[in-house]
């Protein structure tokens, strides 16, 4: 019964708690589990539309948009020429994404604005913008086809810390760093690296100016990630290219190091902004 | 320098867990951070501390548990300390290693002040 009014209720009856009690409950809420819920169903989407994305990481100034623009030329020209699209990460500024669309490959721009890297729910709305087609609609057997030996190349914000941690649902994670970075980098920024399916050592060109060890930077890199492959190239002189190339065209058979493996998770920036650069007509009809 | 967002996460998570909804404040946050994680926790309770003001953890104890990073090395057949996720064995270059230790990055548990209609308890 009751102990307050004699009402009956042996809800009511329950002890209460002693003077000046705190209550305290276990959450064990993983912090970033809603980027990887996120992370999830991009994943998914992206392989039922046969879409292989591709979440290309790198420091500032390390080459990722002259490698990309290089990359899609190549691929253009490749017979049968895959489907490509780009989505652009920087904290500001649409000059990639423009960049991109030079080259006739249909792109989005997002800026993160204070954000240091790009998120699952970022890549979401992306997504939308760059897959009008194929948008909310269950998939014709048209679309598959179309969309079939897609590649995606998301370019991330210039940081070599941040990106590690957020999965945004792609097949690969390609991180990229160039000789004159020096050949320790992989050692001071373990975790990216650690979390790379390819390791891309750029601007090889540059290499009779500098006092770079090759060796030892591939040591750097064997030392963080013993796994992934690591291929040493150059956009400017198509040097070390076709093994990119070729990475990228057997891309869809391939059992990655990881990847898919590591997800950890999402956070929503309220300050996100999303802008996209209309493809032209021209790039719109292009197969 | 992700430490900010992982901050605004917790608020935003916190803000509409059914257990913390519409709470007015917590007491105590416990955060699990691994060594493995990526995240540095000091730099997460000082962006927790800066963005907590007018939130329900301006008045809370931040208590961010760290954990080490371990595995199991089948070569040496011991526990080791490790620095990161993919390393290999620290002793003797094993590759890979197992039941790896300390990638937690968790919100624990809370606490709440006494109920203010119950101040006194029974």
Redesign the interface.
């Known amino acids: 019964m009751c102990i307050d009014c004699g009402c009956g209720s042996a809800l009511l009856a329950a ?18 589990g ?1 980027n990887a819920a996120t992370a999830h169903e991009n994943r998914s989407w992206l392989k039922e539309k046969g879409i292989h994305a591709i979440n290309l990481l790198a420091g500032p100034g390390a080459g990722k948009t002259t490698l990309l623009e290089q990359t899609l030329i190549r691929l253009m020209a490749h017979r049968p020429a895959p489907q490509l699209r780009v989505i652009e990460g920087d904290q500001q500024t649409s000059l990639d994404a423009e960049r991109i669309l030079q080259t006739g490959v249909p792109a989005v721009q997002i800026n993160t604005e204070k ?3 790009l ?1 699952a729910g970022m890549i979401q709305t992306a997504l939308r913008a760059l897959y009008p087609d194929t948008g909310q609609r269950p998939l014709t057997e048209e679309h598959r086809k179309k969309d079939s030996g897609s590649l995606l190349f998301i370019e991330n914000i210039g ?1 070599l ?2 990106p ?3 999965d945004l649902g792609e097949n690969a994670k390609v991180v990229l760093f160039s000789v004159t970075e020096g050949e320790e980098k992989p050692l001071k920024y ?2 990216m690296f ?1 979390a790379a399916d390819l390791i891309l050592v750029s601007k090889i060109d540059l290499l009779p100016h500098l006092r770079f060890d090759l060796d030892r930077a591939l040591e750097s890199c064997r ?5 992934a492959p690591i291929l040493s190239l150059s956009a400017i002189t198509g040097e070390g290219l076709t093994a990119w190339l070729d990475w990228l065209l057997t891309l869809p058979s391939q059992a990655l190091p990881r990847g898919a493996r ?1 997800a ?2 999402k ?4 300050s996100a902004r999303f802008t996209q650069v209309p493809p032209r007509e021209a790039d719109l009809a292009r197969p | ?2 430490e900010v ?2 901050a ?3 608020l ?2 916190l803000t509409h ?1 059914p ?2 909804a519409g709470a007015p404040r917590l ?2 946050l416990k ?1 699990r951070v691994g060594a493995l994680s ?2 540095d926790p000091d730099a997460l309770q000082f962006a927790l501390e800066s963005l907590a003001e007018g939130t329900l953890l301006e008045d809370a104890q931040l208590e961010l548990i760290r954990i080490p990073g371990s595995a199991h090395c089948p070569a040496c057949c011991a526990q080791k300390t490790i ?4 390393s ?1 064995c620290p002793d003797c270059g094993h ?1 890979p290693l197992t039941e790896i230790e300390g990638t937690d ?11 203010p209609l ?5």
């Open positions: 002890p209460k708690r002693p003077a000046g009690a705190t209550r305290r409950r276990t959450l064990e809420q993983q912090l970033l809603r954000g240091c890297h998120n940081n810390v941040c590690a941690l957020w373990p975790d650690a030392r963080i990630n013993p796994e590591l950890p998770g956070t929503r920036l309220a | 320098m992700h967002s992982l605004l996460e917790v935003d998570l867990h257990e913390t007491l105590n955060i990526g995240v620095e990161f996720q993919l290999p590759f990055l968790v919100i624990q548990d809370i606490e709440f002040p006494p109920h119950n101040p006194g308890g029974a």
